[in-house]
């Protein structure tokens, strides 16, 4: 075929491809302009609502890129607060731990830059939240429950009538729950031990502070017990603070198992059994644990507690109102136990003697530190605590190493 001829028969072929690559061309660009921002009448709305799905599609990293693109591009949009709230949501939804910190710093900043929003309640409550699903065992670090606490108690306190008041108060009473079974734990190490003075101290201070306590009931027991025991030069017994102690017990535990020999110990001190609190029994005979959600997670029955030991969520089935609302104002630990104590002095010819004071006795302003929580015991120290009748003697000496376990089977 001539070469012309062949040229001229391409001609229509070549202007169709160009027609069709023209028009594909405009439809791509016609695509895109519908995305530009620049020809948007609202860009800041196109910008949020693409970090909605991002958020939505577990792409935080792009979201918060998009929110903080509005906020440094738009100052003044009306997507503003909304903009900050998504990047507190987007850390929170993403739920790793060092994005919870950064949730609960974010939720903090809406707060004190938006004070007046109508999501500011709702900021509040996963503020606190964001410390509430880091909870740890009570014999664990409780810097998480701690701070929970007082995040729900400003919820409580500054929005008291917000859609979020009532789980907020619940989850109160779980949380400090928590922080009350570590004090008890601690209370009843000194307990075991015949450490009367910082066992009393633990325990005066968790029964006042944690009126919800699901061993409050026993606290009050083991108080009793304590201020009945007597150590010459240490610790004097209190048959009047002991008969107090079982007295509340009868009076705001009714059905406690322990509200029967508490009665006995009254009668035996020569005090009146006082009558329940007609409330508190009503209380008490309707109470049912008010976190079901814990509950269900961690699993109920034998295989429930079986895999609850491995795991490190704590165990807040137990949690409920006993005697009311949770206290909303952290108290300042007692510093002295309320019964007298014996503090040792120096005598004259050189001896030492022992002066035996009370609490009003000491100057004002006086200090005695009890053991903090974790802290060992003198006995744990391997230092002796004098028996009954004995007095320690700074001249006495050391007491005998024991035996290893190989020594005593080859004594040589």
């Given amino acids: 075929m001539h070469p012309k001829k062949m040229n001229m028969r391409c001609i229509p072929v070549l202007l169709l491809a160009g027609l069709a690559l023209v028009a594909t061309s405009g439809c791509h660009r016609h695509k895109h302009a519908d995305l530009d921002l620049a020809d948007s009448a609202e860009p800041d709305k196109i910008l949020y609502e693409r970090s909605l799905e991002d958020i939505k599609n577990k792409r935080f990293d792009v979201a918060r890129l998009t929110l903080q693109t509005l906020l440094n591009t738009y100052p003044d949009s009306e997507y503003l607060p909304d903009a900050k709230l998504g990047i507190a949501d987007s ?18 900043d809406f707060i004190t830059f938006f004070p007046n929003h109508p999501q500011v309640a709702f900021a509040q409550y996963r503020a606190a939240m964001a410390n509430y699903r ?46 009350a079974e570590g004090e008890f734990r601690v209370a009843n190490f000194y307990f075991k031990r015949e450490t009367w003075r910082a066992a009393a101290a633990r325990l005066v201070d968790l029964i006042d502070r944690y009126p919800n306590h699901s061993k409050r009931d026993q606290s009050l027991w083991m108080l009793g017990q304590a201020y009945e025991k007597e150590i010459p030069g240490f610790w004097i017994s209190n048959p009047k603070k002991a008969a107090e102690a079982y007295a509340r017990l009868v009076r705001e535990h009714p059905t406690s198992e322990y509200a029967e020999p508490a009665k006995t110990e009254l009668a035996r001190l020569g005090q009146s059994v006082p009558e329940p609190d007609p409330v508190l029994l009503a209380r008490a005979q309707t109470v049912v644990p008010v976190n079901e959600e814990m509950e269900d997670r961690q699993g109920r029955g034998l295989l429930g507690r079986l895999f609850g030991m491995f795991s490190g969520r704590p165990d807040i089935s137990n949690a409920a109102a006993r005697l009311g609302p949770p206290p909303l104002e952290s108290q300042e630990p007692q510093k002295l136990p309320p019964p007298p104590f014996a503090i040792r002095g ?19 302003g006086t200090v005695v530190k009890t053991p903090e929580a974790g802290e060992e015991p003198p006995e744990a120290k391997g230092e002796e605590k004098p028996t009954s009748g004995e007095q320690a003697s700074p001249n006495a000496p050391p007491p005998p190493k024991k035996k290893s376990f190989w020594r005593k089977i080859i004594p040589w």
Avoid at 91 to 108: C, D, I, N, R
Avoid at 346 to 364: M, Y
């Fill in 91 to 108: 850390y929170y939804q993403e739920g790793a731990a060092g994005a919870l910190t950064s949730a609960e710093v974010e939720y903090k």
């Fill in 346 to 364: 120096q005598g004259g010819g050189g001896g030492s003697s022992v002066a035996v004071q009370t609490v009003e006795d000491l100057p004002s």
């Fill in 134 to 179: 880091r909870l740890e065992k009570p014999d664990r670090d409780r810097t998480y429950a701690r701070r929970a606490e007082r995040e729900l108690q400003l919820l409580l306190l500054n929005y008291p009538d917000s859609e979020y008041a009532g789980e907020g108060e619940r989850k109160l009473i779980a949380v400090q729950e928590i922080l």
